[in-house]
């Protein structure tokens, strides 16, 4: 039996951290703010993400990513001079208003796409 002893990376194919909002689906995103979820990222600059897809009902998140990996395709939306309070300010002021603050935060998902 061989044994690994060195880095051994988690068996997900996705992962990410996002700074924003998690919604159970596209129409709870119009009971919070009154706009389409699709209408508002048209003329956003945050983006949507999805959880595992596995499971029945994955979570939809709006906001930008803390750090992620996309099937190995690594992305942060964090700037080189930003610091962590900047980014989720930043992130804030590009949620709309009425999106309550405690529903408002750091959101981690990993899976496995294959």
């Given at each position: ?14 992962s990410f951290t996002v ?96």
């Amino acid at each position: 039996m061989r044994v690994r002893t060195g880095f051994v990376s988690n068996s997900s194919s996705t992962s990410f951290t996002v700074y924003g909002v998690k919604l159970e689906n596209e129409s709870e995103f119009k009971d919070l703010t009154g706009i389409g979820l699709y209408d508002f990222l048209r003329d956003s600059d945050l983006d949507d993400f999805f959880g595992d897809p596995n499971e029945w009902n994955p979570s939809i998140y709006v906001g930008l990513v803390l750090s992620g990996d996309f099937e190995h395709s690594p992305r942060s939306d964090l700037r080189e001079d930003e610091t962590k309070g900047q980014f989720e300010q930043r992130v804030r002021d590009l949620l709309p208003e009425s999106i309550p603050d405690d529903r408002i935060g750091m959101f981690s998902e990993s899976f496995y796409n294959g």
